[in-house]
C-alpha cells in the first residue's frame, strides 16, 4: 500500500460517509463531542450547519481548537474505517461563507441552504473545520498485518 493508496483511502472515506464527530473543549476543560452532518471544501477543511448555542458551537466560540472523526460505522466489528484529524473550526462569515455555501449540502439529498438560512436573524451559523494535522487507520483486516506497515494492531498513518 503506497501513500497514494493511503491518501485515496482517506479521501474515500470523507466523500462516502455524511457526518464527522466534531470534539470540543467546555470552559472547564471538559471534552464535549458532536456528530455533525458535513460537507467537505477541499482537503483538509470541513463544514457543517449548526445553532449559534449548540453547545459545541458556544464552545467553539471561545476555544476554536477542536479534533474531528470519520468513520464508516457500516463495516463489520473490528474492521474499523477512520479519518482523524486536529486543528481549528470557526463560524464562517464574508467570501469564506458564500465560497462554503456553494458546496454545502452534498448533493445527496439534504436540503438546499442559502445565505438567510446561516445569517442573522437565523439561529444558524455555517462552520468550517480545518485540520492542521490528519491520520488515517491503516487499513487491514482484524489480525492480520498491514500490507505497509507489517502491524497486526490497530495504528494511523499521518496524511
Do not use: K
Request: proline share 7%; charged share 25%; glycine share 8%.
Amino acid at each position: 500500500m503506497t501513500d497514494s493508496d493511503l491518501d485515496a483511502h482517506a479521501r474515500d472515506l470523507i466523500e462516502t460517509n455524511r457526518y464527522l464527530t466534531l470534539g470540543t473543549t467546555g470552559p472547564d476543560g471538559a471534552p464535549w463531542l458532536t456528530p455533525v452532518y458535513f460537507a467537505p471544501a477541499g482537503d483538509r477543511e470541513f463544514v457543517w450547519v449548526s445553532a449559534l448555542d449548540a453547545h459545541h458551537s458556544r464552545n467553539l466560540a471561545e476555544r476554536p481548537r477542536a479534533s474531528a472523526v470519520v468513520f464508516d460505522s457500516t463495516v463489520q466489528p473490528y474492521h474499523g474505517r477512520a479519518v482523524y484529524a486536529a486543528g481549528e473550526a470557526r463560524e464562517l462569515a464574508g467570501d469564506d461563507l458564500e465560497r462554503a455555501l456553494a458546496g454545502y449540502p452534498r448533493s445527496d439529498g439534504a436540503a438546499d441552504m442559502s445565505l438567510g438560512d446561516v445569517t442573522a436573524p437565523s439561529a444558524y451559523r455555517l462552520y468550517a473545520f480545518t485540520a492542521s494535522e490528519m491520520w488515517v487507520l491503516c487499513p487491514r483486516e482484524p489480525g492480520t498485518p498491514c500490507q505497509r506497515h507489517g502491524r497486526s494492531d490497530d495504528h494511523r498513518v499521518e496524511l
